[in-house]
């Protein structure tokens, strides 16, 4: 079983930027593809980004891409997101989220019901 913590979170103003961080414990982290989600208020969680075991394979959201970056620290067994030009719809709570299926097969996913173990979010607030 993996135990997942996120960190990172808090206020920024739009334009800003924010890292967060997940950090892995309980289980072999590299074998695992990892993601990270979010969820505003009323709506619906929905994938941002994902990256491979290796981290040599990334996948990103179109409402993010381009401003996010996902990377990951096998030895520190420690996922990041890089958050840049930060917009005010960005506000929603994070979660970081563990894929044990496809991580042993080298893939990733956007799914969240693909996704085995979840850590319990940070909050990201972008004021305008």
């Known amino acids: 079983q993996v135990h997942l913590v996120e960190s990172g979170g808090g206020l920024v103003q739009a334009g800003g930027s924010l890292r967060l961080s997940c950090a892995a414990s309980?289980?072999?982290?590299?074998?695992?593809?990892m993601g990270w989600f979010r969820q505003a208020p009323g709506k619906e969680r929905e994938f941002v980004a994902a990256?491979?075991?290796?981290?040599?394979?990334?996948y990103y959201a179109d409402s993010v891409k381009g401003r996010f970056t996902i990377s990951r620290d096998n030895a520190k067994n420690t996922v990041r997101l890089q958050m840049n030009s930060l917009k005010p719809e960005d506000t929603a709570v994070y979660y970081c989220?563990?894929?044990?299926?496809?991580?042993?097969?080298?893939?990733?996913?956007?799914?969240?019901?693909?996704?085995?173990?979840w850590g319990q979010g940070t909050q990201v607030t972008v004021s305008s």
């Open positions: 989220a563990a894929d044990r299926l496809r991580g042993s097969r080298g893939g990733i996913s956007q799914k969240n019901t693909d996704y085995d173990y």
């Open positions: 309980g289980g072999t982290f590299s074998s695992y593809a």
């Open positions: 990256i491979s075991w290796s981290g040599s394979t990334t």
